[in-house]
């Protein structure tokens, strides 16, 4: 087979495979992306470009979204629209978590980390794994979930 030939059927393959899942580090250096554009843009701003789905903060699977540090309400969310301006607070996960108030605690105690919660996934009604990593930056909480199964 000719060399052109042989990366061409490599790179139909590639393209053939599903997309692979995000991995821990992927969601860390997101959130650490999104935290350097807010100190340099502003909180405004990234609200903009993560509710306009901007590829630097939304890559299907994988996407930053935000809520306020103190009231937890939603202020940016790329798939979910609907979330923005919500206070989740007090709606538990597929389990009867109340995860979100850990975020909250998370990020004012330690600033940074994962919070684990079990998600019922739109699609198929099943419940789901999953963790995601916040950040606190000044008076919001930077978050990218991902998978754990």
Known sequence: MKPQFAALGLALVAAASPAAEP???????????????????GKAELIRRINAR???????????????????????????????????????DANGRKYRRDIIELAATEGKGWVAYTYKNPADGHPEPRRDYIARVGNVVLESGIGTR
């Not at 991995?23 to 843009?41: K, M, N, P, S, Y």
């Not at 979330?83 to 007090?90: A, F």
């Open 23 to 41: 991995a821990a580090q992927d969601a860390v250096a997101l959130v650490e992306q999104g935290a350097a554009f807010l100190r340099l843009h």
């Open 54 to 92: 901007d590829p630097k903060f939304y890559r299907g699977q994988l996407y930053l979204h935000m809520r306020d540090a103190r009231t937890g309400i939603v202020l940016a969310h790329p798939v979910h629209r609907w979330l923005v301006g919500q206070d989740l607070l007090e709606v538990p």
